[in-house]
């Protein structure tokens, strides 16, 4: 069956620009959450969402970050005023409920020059 | 933030031989633990889950140990492959499903 999708797979952007990543979940799965991952490091918390409403967003660095679920699949990841300091791996995982296992997405590689 | 740490930062093992990946974690209210494997490129694979209420569990070729007095987690992988070679991290969840991971362990098997 299909797994996390993450569109696009490598995104390079100029400092000061927005930009969107999308994932598409796990069908059927209710929860879904963003991390961000850089060099050498685990995956950094971003947001939680349980269906269409965020139930934590604790790790968004900044209001520069943004997140919306609006039909409870689909979700897309928002950074405006993009910094060098973005460049990451973000990664996106579903789960079909609470406490279970997250399946993650290969993720978007984003360069911020 | 919590912290999740590995004990060993780089691993190097012989094909055929057994890996012990380390994983200490500082939450004592955590209750549920999950080792994933990373390769390099694509996103953290889900290998093994352990509850707080079990201390061992097994899966093919790998086991999960956990001890809660002193906050520690190991994956066992059983007679080691080339194919093994990547970063282990360990999660933990202690708060609504949000898992916080470690650094990771790299896994150097050699043939």
């Known amino acids: 069956g299909a797994g996390v999708s993450q569109t696009p797979s490598n995104k390079v952007t100029e400092k000061g620009k927005y930009v969107e990543l999308r994932c598409d979940p796990i069908?059927?799965?209710?929860?879904l959450y963003w991390y961000r991952q850089s060099l050498g490091q685990g995956p950094e918390f971003l947001i939680y969402?349980?269906?269409?409403?965020?139930?934590?967003d604790s790790g968004l660095p900044n209001d520069r970050f943004f997140a919306v679920r609006p039909e409870g699949s689909v979700s897309t990841l928002k950074i405006q005023r993009t910094e060098r300091g973005d460049s990451a791996v973000y990664l996106c995982?579903?789960?079909?409920?609470?406490?279970?296992?997250?399946?993650f997405g290969n993720g978007t590689r984003l360069t911020v020059t | 933030g919590e912290s999740v740490g590995l004990h060993l930062p780089t691993l190097s093992v012989q094909e055929g031989d057994n890996s012990i990946i380390n994983c200490a974690y500082s939450?004592?209210?955590?209750?549920?633990f999950i080792w994933y494997k990373q390769e390099s490129g694509k996103g953290p694979q889900f290998i093994i889950d352990?509850?707080?209420?079990?201390d061992k569990r097994q899966g093919q070729r790998v086991t999960v140990l956990l001890n809660k007095t002193v906050k520690h987690l190991s994956l066992q992988i059983a007679a080691t492959q080339p194919g093994d070679s990547a970063v282990y991290f360990c999660?933990?969840?202690?708060?609504?499903?949000?898992?916080?991971f470690g650094s990771g362990t790299k896994l150097n098997v050699k043939p």
């Open positions: 995982a579903s789960s079909l409920q609470t406490e279970s296992p997250l399946h």
């Open positions: 069908s059927g799965h209710t929860a």
């Open positions: 969402f349980q269906g269409t409403g965020a139930a934590d």
């Open positions: 939450n004592s209210a955590s209750d549920y």
């Open positions: 352990i509850r707080s209420n079990m």
């Open positions: 999660a933990e969840n202690n708060n609504f499903n949000k898992f916080y």
